[in-house]
């Protein structure tokens, strides 16, 4: 099953997810979406990603129901959002020289993330990293570039068979 996103008409940071016949509440970057995405631009890339893989806080939540693959974060596991590394863009495990943000945080929005298959394959240094689908924040500020919703609504995309997302242009906006 493919998701789709579709932003908000009047808003740079709020979007709807379709996944099947229901629609989520979801919020995106700080600048809304983009198809020239560049690493720290705070925009949502556009375009059809495939669904990597779910990572979860086992201390905090139970494993999600997914046909992806599943794995649990650990206090080590981190992201590599350093553009000058042969790991940009990819998992590590800290300590590690490369810059990077860590998967194990104290607030809740890691606590499900979902790898959006952007700028992967191969990952090119600048063109934008980190790409996730996570939990939305209490007072629902924009992501940096990620897509998020309610723990609620992402365990029903998780559980719905979901494999891919296509994240659409602001213009292209159902009316």
């Known amino acids: 099953m493919i998701i789709h996103v579709w932003p908000a008409s009047d808003s740079h940071s709020d ?10 509440s979801a919020v995106i970057g700080k600048n809304g979406v983009t198809s020239r995405k560049r690493e720290g ?14 990572y979860y806080r086992a201390d905090r939540v139970e ?4 046909c992806l693959p599943l ?5 080590q596991d981190g992201w590599c959002d350093d553009p ?3 790991l940009y863009n990819h998992f590590l495990i800290h300590p590690h020289p490369a810059r990077h943000e860590m998967l194990w945080r104290e607030d809740a929005v890691y606590n499900i993330v979902v790898v959006i298959g952007y700028n992967d394959s191969p990952a090119v240094p600048g063109k934008g990293s980190a ?3 996570h939990l939305q924040r209490p007072d629902l500020t924009p992501t940096e570039g990620c897509v998020a919703l309610s723990e609620h609504d992402l365990l029903e995309v998780l559980a719905s ?6 994240i659409h242009a602001a213009a292209d906006t159902p009316g």
Do not use: N, W, Y
Request: net charge positive.
């Open 15 to 24: 979007a709807k997810l379709h996944c099947g016949q229901t629609i989520m």
């Open 41 to 54: 631009d705070m925009c949502t890339p556009v375009g059809h990603f495939t669904l990597r893989k779910v």
């Open 63 to 66: 494993p999600p129901q997914t």
């Open 71 to 75: 794995a649990p974060i650990t206090s």
């Open 84 to 86: 000058g590394s042969e």
């Open 131 to 133: 790409i996730f689908m």
């Open 161 to 166: 068979g979901a494999t891919a997302i296509t």
